[in-house]
């Protein structure tokens, strides 16, 4: 759909889509946010240049979406983001109760210059850091975190791509943690992180959860439907 027609656009002026963030003029908001960032810029010069690129094009996403709220952004070294997701996110405090549907996932991004030339192990570039117990079968568990990310939840993203864009990256976690992509079968060949979570989706007295939600990315952020 058209944001231009779409009245759940949050901003239905703009008719873009992910393709054309390149010409979303930031916001004073969100051009203070990359400012400070690319101060601290460092790597080499063609590193340098994709981080503010990249960047800019999360930022971008961050105003015309209105799902994400940054609380960090680093330049130095790798390309780091933490930001608030506004997307229902499943969690299961109790083992014996039903599912508990967060509002928004509080992430962590961690992108190093190889992923630019080399295939990234699926589940090192993001994580979950709040809300605790998230359910589901590609979110593994805060014990067994990947080496390149410090804390959280790691999401596994699958089969990714080098060089794969920032914004794809958060499209890709947004379907997962909303259930809209779910890999429920713990004899996938491509596994999963959480084989308790796949078994519990399995049972048709839970698969009634997915999806959370059938919003597309880009239009208003609003309760769980399901």
């Excluded at 080399?118 to 067994?144: C, F, H, T, Y």
């Excluded at 079968?185 to 596994?191: I, L, M, Q, R, S």
């Excluded at 078994?199 to 048709?204: A, I, L, N």
Aim: charged share 15%; proline share 9%; with cysteine.
């Amino acid at each position: 759909m058209n944001p231009e027609s779409n009245p759940n656009h949050p901003h239905p002026g703009w008719t873009g889509g992910l393709a054309d963030l390149s010409g979303v003029t930031l916001d004073a908001t969100h051009q203070k946010v990359a400012d400070m960032a690319r101060r601290g810029n460092a790597g080499t010069a063609a590193f340098q240049a994709w981080k503010n690129h990249a960047l800019t094009d999360f930022l971008a996403l961050s105003q015309v979406s209105g799902r994400i709220r940054t609380v960090m952004a680093s330049l130095v070294g790798p390309l780091r983001l933490v930001f608030y997701l506004r997307a229902p996110v499943p969690t299961l405090p109790d083992p014996d109760g039903d599912l508990v549907v967060a509002d928004s996932a509080l992430l962590a991004l961690n992108y190093e210059e190889p992923v630019l030339h080399q295939r990234p192990d699926g589940a090192s570039l993001m994580a979950v850091i709040e809300p605790a117990k998230v359910w589901l079968p590609n979110v593994g568990s805060a014990d067994g975190i990947p080496t390149s990310l410090s804390f959280g939840q790691p999401i596994c993203l699958g089969a990714v791509a080098a060089g794969i864009e920032v914004k794809e990256l958060i499209l890709q976690s947004f379907t997962a943690l909303t259930m809209q992509t779910i890999q429920p079968d713990p004899a996938h060949p491509a596994g999963v992180m959480n084989i308790e979570a796949a078994r519990w989706f399995q049972d048709p007295r839970n698969a009634r959860h997915i999806p959370l939600t059938r919003e597309g990315f880009l239009e208003t952020p609003a309760a769980a439907t399901r």
